[in-house]
């Protein structure tokens, strides 16, 4: 999946804590992999970070989110596929609906959404590596260069 004159991919994704658990997706469809993430996606031109972020999220979650600061910024990459992303994260409040509700992704990427305290992430595959230290912390972080995996 190559870029336009190699340039790196931008997307955005929400750290949204209920219950002091942290809501995450599959990072893959149709079941290729138990890798799970932060909601969000790709950015769209001549749209803001934020109305990007509410859309992404709302597309794979139901949920209505309200977004807040900025609070990690991870790139990850693939040499031999020629995939470089840069993710934005942002901290998020839910403003309306319900996470424990069924929820369909139109797009079908998103089958599998679960809440997960920080001691359950210990148990799962999760990606970037430093999201619970993030998702828990009132931090700043950058993450540059993970491998992609899946």
């Not at 996470?99 to 001691?119: C, K, N, Q, S, Y």
Request: aromatic residues 8%; charged residues 25%; proline residues 8%.
């Amino acid at each position: 999946m190559s870029r336009p004159n190699n340039r790196p991919r931008l997307a955005v994704r929400g750290l949204l804590l209920i219950e002091d658990r942290l809501l995450l997706v599959n990072a893959w469809g149709g079941g290729k992999s138990d890798l799970l993430c932060a909601p969000g996606g790709g950015v769209e031109p001549h749209s803001s970070l934020h109305d990007n972020l509410i859309r992404e999220f709302h597309e794979e979650t139901g949920l209505t989110i309200e977004v807040g600061a900025p609070c990690l910024v991870n790139e990850f990459h693939s040499r031999a596929r020629d995939f470089h992303q840069v993710d934005v994260y942002f901290r998020v409040r839910l403003v309306s609906g319900d996470p424990f509700a069924p929820w369909t992704d139109p797009e079908g990427v998103v089958t599998d959404r679960i809440l997960a305290t920080r001691a359950e992430m210990a148990r799962l595959r999760y990606k970037p590596d430093i999201l619970p230290e993030i998702a828990w912390s009132d931090g700043v972080a950058y993450d540059p260069l993970e491998p992609l995996i899946m």
